[in-house]
């Protein structure tokens, strides 16, 4: 019978030797790098927030935030005063975002449980590796695949056929001869986040130990059956994770957006008209800004969209943990 | 690895038996590295022969005067005349000049925070710009000109469809929507006009080919005057917009039925068709440099002073018969007194290189490369403008001795 150790070690840190130089400065740059990291998103918050201290003060909040005119431009033609309103650009990121990721959801889960699951052996590795390199593509390039390919397609093929037969959902109404519409740009985008989230997805689905499966095999589950009830719920959470960075990511697509949106500063009444995003509308106005309220005014919108940004990504580790609560033992 | 049984007891066995060490070091290291030396040699050596490392010691001739010890001269602005920019900087040996093509906007923004020599743009300063330079002020100098043209995609028409200033108004402010509107039609008699919509394009982002579009528009029709007005950034009523005349050109090329604007340098470097515009005299003309130029010329401006309000300076609309009216200028922006400006961080050298530059530039030499790159050259009642504002330039209020080459 052994003694019990009366001095457990608390942590892997204290039994191992007691740390030399190297080890001293190794723990100090990796620190540095980590404690770098997180000092440059402050600095990037705090940058945000001093570039748009002019347009907090100057533009009443209520106005900019569901001002429908963005035109910088109208106290210095003589025509009219120079309004800031942000809605047509919050609207336009929120749904290109929201229609990006509706799309986008099913087909990389479905991508990832056939890669998973279904495929097979020999199958698995390379389709995975060509979905990733989609996300290697660089997004001017997606933009110019969408302005050449897409364009033409949704114009002469599809926008006819969604106003003609879908037109009753009200979502399709407007003129149809042009290819650059938020439809345009949210199928662009959605296919830009596919590889992040069937990327995460199936790492997070391929953790799954085959005890969890092999168990709801033996009790006569179907394959349907044992994905939705023994792989997706112990996979939720890579699968929220993955789901958050694609948002992330098309919230703050710029070129791909910009060369198929169309870029009208109005919120877009049905998919078929152009619209506007936050980072396209950057992209556009930051280095011809003319009035000296106009930079302000972009960087307010921009710390506008990091706040959604953090707000969902909060919102979905809120959400996880609920989530991981319920669950209790069934994790580890 | 050597073999243990369960509880181990046995300490495992020293690390020279287990780990096998292969016979003498690898060499693979050492002939990459020597394979990198022997590349690296030889491409400087074929440099070398190809002349990368002559120092261009052709020194610019001068006439008789001392030219300054050449310094380094920086300059921002616009992306438009970034070619013509460079060409310059190629040519002229007397000083080193680094022109960054960041945008008009960026370029004032620029000159306005004193961070760079001059800044260049496709547009005058507007008043809010102008309000924001600090003291003592800068001069406004056109240094070249340029001008709008308007494209389409009508596969069914061939040569230049014409336009009229009201026509492209009422386009662009979405009264005409289709293409055989009675209006276009009656200028462009014998053309059989589709009927169709039309696409409207226009810049996403703000430009100095807005600027002299919109001015055209106010020009021609009193509602888009009071309404929009003219300016680099417009709060378009119709249309879709297109990012940089790429952007725009790109956009009227893959859409049927799409009338956009694009600069005229744009148009000529990239073969891009383009219409005919009908000028004051009642001609529709097809835009070149040397229609353009006579614009300038017969537009018979009358400058403000260098300091003034330029932004409703206008070439359009000039009265030749063969003038092209979208006419506009470009400019640069300078300090008037580059001492009191630029405190110690501009000493009297840079100056002096700064203003011999200038005069260079408006000079014969300096506008003999513009149109070669579809530039358009200075009228010479331009050039002369410029030469006084420029010779006007004082450093700690003193004028600043010039020695421009040839």
């Known amino acids: 019978m052994t003694r019990g150790n009366p001095f457990p070690p608390r942590s892997s840190r204290q039994i191992l030797r007691a740390p030399k130089w190297g080890d001293r400065i190794f723990f100090a740059l990796t620190m540095l790098g980590a404690l770098g990291l997180a000092g440059i998103i402050i600095a990037m918050v705090v940058a945000l927030v001093h570039g748009a201290t002019p347009a907090f003060d100057q533009i009443p909040f209520t106005s900019f935030l569901f001002g429908r005119i963005w035109d910088p431009g109208g106290c210095v033609n003589g025509t009219s005063t120079c309004v800031y309103g942000a809605l047509p650009f919050i609207a336009g990121t929120l749904i290109t975002s929201t229609i990006a990721l509706l799309l986008a959801i099913p087909l990389s889960l479905g991508a990832a449980i056939f890669l998973t699951q279904h495929a097979p052996m020999w199958m698995r590795e390379p389709v995975a590796q060509v979905v990733q390199l989609l996300a290697a593509v660089p997004s001017v390039v997606y933009g110019f695949w969408g302005l050449i390919v897409l364009v033409p397609i949704m114009r002469y093929d599809v926008n006819p056929v969604l106003a003609h037969d879908l037109g009753w959902t009200g979502l399709f109404g407007g003129p149809t001869n042009i290819g650059l519409t938020v439809l345009t740009a949210s199928l662009v985008l959605s296919i830009m986040t596919v590889p992040t989230i069937t990327a995460i997805s199936r790492d997070a689905m391929e953790a799954v130990p085959r005890s969890q499966k092999e168990a709801a095999i033996s009790l006569g589950a179907t394959p349907w059956e044992v994905t939705r009830r023994s792989v997706l719920p112990y996979s939720r959470s890579g699968i929220v994770a993955g789901i958050v960075l694609g948002l992330g990511r098309a919230l703050g697509e710029t070129m791909a957006v910009t060369m198929t949106i169309g870029n009208r500063n109005a919120i877009p009444l049905s998919l078929l008209s152009q619209g506007q995003t936050i980072p396209s509308l950057i992209a556009n106005d930051f280095f011809e800004a003319i009035t000296p309220l106009e930079i302000p005014a972009l960087m307010e919108m921009a710390l506008f969209l990091l706040i959604i940004t953090l707000a969902i990504n909060l919102g979905a580790r809120l959400i996880l943990a609920r989530l991981q609560l319920g669950r209790g033992a069934a994790t580890e | ?406």
């Open chain 2, 1 to 406: 690895m050597s073999s243990t049984s369960g509880n181990a007891t046995t300490p495992p066995a020293a690390p020279s038996d287990t780990m096998v060490r292969s016979k003498g070091k690898s060499r693979t290291g050492l002939y990459a590295a020597v394979a990198v030396i022997v590349v690296i040699i030889i491409v400087l050596a074929a440099g070398y022969a190809a002349g990368w490392f002559k120092t261009s010691s052709t020194k610019s001739s001068t006439t008789s005067c001392t030219s300054p010890t050449p310094a380094v001269l920086s300059g921002a602005g616009s992306t438009l005349v970034a070619p013509l920019m460079d060409q310059w900087s190629a040519v002229y040996t007397a000083s080193t000049i680094g022109y960054s093509a960041v945008g008009s906007g960026a370029g004032i923004n620029d000159i306005t925070a004193k961070t760079v020599d001059f800044g260049a743009s496709d547009a005058p300063l507007n008043p809010a710009q102008r309000a924001a330079v600090p003291s003592p002020g800068v001069n406004t100098i056109p240094e070249s000109a340029g001008a709008a043209v308007p494209i389409y995609n009508l596969p069914g028409i061939s040569g230049h469809l014409k336009f009229t200033g009201q026509i492209l108004a009422a386009i662009y402010l979405g009264d005409i929507t289709n293409w055989n509107n009675s209006a276009l039609q009656a200028v462009n008699p014998g053309v059989s006009l589709p009927v169709a919509s039309i696409v409207v394009v226009h810049r996403s982002d703000g430009s100095g080919t807005t600027f002299v579009f919109t001015s055209f528009l106010s020009a021609s029709n009193s509602t888009w005057k009071t309404a929009y007005g003219h300016s680099t950034t417009i709060n378009w009523p119709v249309g879709v917009g297109a990012k940089g005349n790429s952007g725009v050109t790109e956009t009227v090329q893959s859409t049927v039925d799409a009338i956009g604007y694009v600069d005229i340098n744009y148009a000529l470097t990239n073969g891009v068709a383009f219409g005919a515009v009908q000028n004051p005299a009642g001609n529709f003309i097809v835009a070149n440099i040397t229609n353009i130029a006579s614009a300038i010329r017969d537009s018979n401006v009358v400058f403000p002073s260098p300091t003034g309000d330029w932004y409703n300076v206008t070439v359009e609309n000039a009265p030749g018969a063969g003038d092209y009216p979208m006419a506009t200028l470009t400019y640069l922006f300078v300090y008037t007194d580059l001492g009191v400006a630029y405190g110690s961080s501009m000493s009297q050298t840079t100056a002096e290189n700064l203003v011999n530059f200038l005069l260079w530039i408006v000079g014969s030499t300096g506008q003999s490369y513009a149109a070669p790159l579809y530039y358009v050259p200075l009228s010479s009642a331009a050039v002369t403008y410029d030469t006084t504002t420029i010779n006007s330039i004082t450093y700690n209020g003193a004028a600043i001795p010039t020695c421009v080459p040839s």
